[in-house]
């Protein structure tokens, strides 16, 4: 890998987990002890929409029970909100609180802002 990738990632994650810059929720995010949790909010920062509740499950590489811990641990801290279904009154999707979006957007925009800049050159 070329060293200047190399650089730009380790700069990436140093500000990411030791950054003295980012709020308390982030920090306390990236230091949560389990990667499921982490696994939860990036399937459902990337996906356009609700995400079923049963397809985040299936996604994750832990039992349904394990999932369900995680789930409800990121709902008790307000990472996430729980959709409920008016037909039967089942939590059926989930989603990222707006307090969760605007901590991952400002992270995202202080990581940008205090990293090196990397510029790739594009080949023909």
Known sequence: MNNSI?????DVLDNAYYGE???KAIRRLLRL????HLAVLFLLSIKVGLLNVSDIKKLLTCSDRQGDIVIKRLVDD????????DDDKRVVHLELSDET???LSGWV???????KNLTFKGGH
Do not use: C, P
Not at 33 to 36: L, P, Y
Not at 80 to 85: K, L, P, Y
Not at 109 to 115: A, D
């Open 21 to 23: 810059k980012e709020t």
């Open 78 to 85: 307000n990472y996430i909100n729980q959709v409920v279904s």
């Open 109 to 115: 925009i202080n990581i940008l802002r205090n990293t």
């Open 6 to 10: 190399k650089t730009y990632m380790k």
């Open 33 to 36: 002890d389990n990667n499921h």
């Open 101 to 103: 979006i605007n901590e």
